[in-house]
């Protein structure tokens, strides 16, 4: 099993642009969500899914947006990038949304915006 | 949105000397966890902890589940290089029921 991927591995957007950080896992986890680290703010919550075509807001979710097509898949947008999104995401699945199931992270994207 | 509090946020050490870090909490939470991240990668899962008063070994490591159930502590011992990275706790609980992360520990090991 690869676990849970994330590509791309670096980014540098400009101001305003879109783009999409792909997440996938190989585990047939139904929980699925990102986060985002910042210095010294340890990660932080963003979207969430419990399964294929139902999603959920975290945290901080202004400026993403999320589906989940499939169970493999979940891809984070962001539609009109900016400055204080620059961050490393962090994809991560797990079995469930129950606390005895141990949540996998993937590498993690990092992302600059200009 | 809620955080945890953790400490120290840094520690340089030497190679054998014991580590002790700690997570509070405003609130209580359900489960706490312990991650470790290396550098360039994502948090791995070290420690689980279920029930308040709950002592957990693995290998050199041992956690504990605060009585008041807001708060957990991390203790390594006879550290070496390769435990270097960033410690992070977090919980299940709290008004959301998510995971929250706390701040994180930077863990430095010299030979």
């Known amino acids: 099993n690869a676990g849970v991927t994330q590509t791309p591995k670096f980014q540098v957007l400009k101001t305003g642009q879109s783009m999409t950080l792909q997440c996938a896992q190989d585990m047939n986890h139904e929980y699925m969500s990102w986060y985002r680290q910042d210095p010294g703010m340890g990660l932080r919550l963003i979207h969430y899914s419990v399964g294929a075509g139902i999603t959920d807001q975290g945290e901080v979710p202004n400026g993403y947006n999320v589906s989940r097509s499939t169970t493999e898949d979940f891809p984070l947008r962001l539609l009109s990038a900016a400055p204080s999104q620059t961050s490393v995401y962090f994809c991560?699945?797990?079995?469930?949304?129950?606390?005895?199931?141990?949540?996998?992270f993937g590498p993690g994207t990092r992302l600059t915006v200009l | 949105g809620q955080q945890l509090n953790q400490s120290p946020q840094s520690m340089f050490i030497q190679e054998g000397e014991d580590v002790s870090m700690n997570c509070t909490s405003s609130s209580i939470f359900n489960t706490w966890l312990w991650y470790k991240q290396d550098p360039g990668e994502g948090p791995v899962l070290l420690i689980a902890?279920?029930?308040?008063?709950e002592l957990t070994s693995n290998g050199r490591l041992t956690a504990q589940f605060g009585i008041t159930r807001k708060d957990s502590f991390l203790n390594i011992s006879a550290s070496i290089p390769s435990d270097v990275g960033i410690y992070f706790c977090a919980g299940y609980g709290g008004a959301t029921n998510k995971l929250i992360f706390g701040t994180g520990t930077l863990l430095a090991v010299q030979p």
């Open positions: 902890l279920y029930k308040a008063g």
């Open positions: 991560a699945s797990s079995l469930g949304v129950s606390s005895y199931n141990e949540q996998f």
